[in-house]
C-alpha cells in the first residue's frame, strides 16, 4: 500500500499526522510540498479525490490570501493561486490508493487505512 503526505514539517497538525502514520507502522513518502509545489493539475486529482473545492482547502490565515483578493475568487482563480503560492494549499494531505483525506484532524486519515 502506497501512502504519501503532503507534509510541512513546520506545522503541528502535519508533524501529528505523519506520527500518526508512522506509529501504525506506516512509512509515507514524504512530499515537502512548499519545496515540490503539486501542479494545477495535481491539486484538482487531489481535490477530486477528497471530494472537496478548492475554496474548502485554502488557508485564509496567509498573507497570500489577502494580497491576491482570493475572498470573492472563483475556484478556478483559487487553484492557479494555490499551484502558484502552496502555502495557501491547506496541509496535511494524505494519499493512499485513490483516495485522499485531509488531516485536520489528524485522525481523519485512519479512514484511509
Known amino acids: 500500500m502506497k501512502v504519501e503526505i503532503w507534509?510541512?514539517?513546520r506545522c503541528s497538525k502535519s508533524r501529528q499526522t505523519l506520527a500518526l502514520l508512522q506509529d501504525r507502522g506506516i512509512t509515507p513518502e514524504v512530499r515537502l510540498y512548499l519545496e515540490n509545489p503539486p501542479t494545477q493539475d495535481e491539486l484538482?486529482?487531489?481535490l477530486q479525490m477528497l471530494g472537496l473545492t478548492?475554496?474548502?482547502v485554502l488557508r485564509?490565515?496567509?498573507p497570500e490570501f489577502k494580497s491576491l483578493n482570493l475572498k470573492t475568487a472563483d475556484d478556478a482563480t483559487i487553484l492557479a493561486a494555490m499551484a502558484e503560492h502552496p502555502k495557501l494549499i491547506e496541509r496535511p494531505v494524505v494519499f493512499v490508493g485513490a483516495k485522499a483525506a485531509l488531516g485536520r484532524p489528524p485522525e481523519n486519515v485512519l479512514a484511509l487505512l
Do not use: L
Open 60 to 62: 485564509r490565515g496567509e
Open 54 to 56: 478548492p475554496s474548502q
Open 7 to 9: 507534509h510541512n514539517p
Open 44 to 46: 484538482q486529482t487531489a
